[in-house]
Every structure is written in structure tokens, then in C-alpha cells.
């Protein structure tokens, strides 16, 4: 048997912790690819100076993903170092992935 990738599992746990809600695979979905754009503006900022209008764009992203995460009724926490999660979820169950412990959250995979 295999070993699920970071991908499946945050899709198995938000299941869990949101069961019976009908439109989750495709917020899931939207979280994930957010997510992974989060990470890139993050190595961004850790390579170069971002100007005011990138700084803009990344306000509406994060703006975005609080969004959906309002929509979910969970808080959401951003990262700035690209060598972790930068998009951290507080489940509902107080589950978490890093190592910051249940204070941290649930690092959406990137």
C-alpha cells in the first residue's frame, strides 16, 4: 500500500472535517492552487523587492483565501518563508501538521 501523497491527505482531512458539505472538493481545490501561489510570492519576496502593485496582488490573494476559509467558518494564518507552509489552517477538530503544534494549524500543501 502506498503512502498517500501531502495532496490526498489534506483532501482525506478536510473530508473529516467537513463532512456531507457538497461543494468542498472544488474549494479544496481552489485552497490548494491558492495556496501554491502564496508559496511562489513568498519565494518572490525572499529573492527581490515586490513593488506596490505586486504587494496589491498579494493582499487580494490572501483577501481570497480568508475568504474561502470565512466560507468554511476556520481562521487561516500566513507564513512568509517559503521553506514551510505558507497558508496555515485552525480546524475545526484542533488538528494539525506542523510543528508549531495545535497553535499553528494545518499547513495546506503546496
Not at 6 to 18: A, P
Not at 63 to 91: H, M, N, Y
Request: aromatic share 8%; hydrophobic share 35%.
Amino acid at each position: 500500500m502506498t503512502k498517500p501523497t501531502e495532496r490526498e491527505e489534506f483532501l482525506l482531512v478536510m473530508g473529516q472535517e467537513f463532512p456531507g458539505r457538497g461543494d468542498l472538493a472544488g474549494i479544496v481545490r481552489l485552497l490548494l492552487r491558492l495556496a501554491k501561489t502564496h508559496l511562489r510570492w513568498a519565494e518572490t519576496r525572499c529573492n527581490r523587492e515586490v513593488n506596490e502593485a505586486e504587494e496589491r496582488r498579494e493582499e487580494r490573494l490572501e483577501q481570497r483565501i480568508s475568504e474561502l476559509c470565512a466560507d468554511l467558518g476556520i481562521r487561516v494564518k500566513f507564513g512568509g518563508d517559503p521553506r514551510g507552509f505558507t497558508v496555515k489552517l485552525f480546524l475545526p477538530s484542533g488538528r494539525y501538521n506542523s510543528f508549531g503544534g495545535k497553535e499553528d494549524g494545518f499547513g495546506v500543501p503546496q
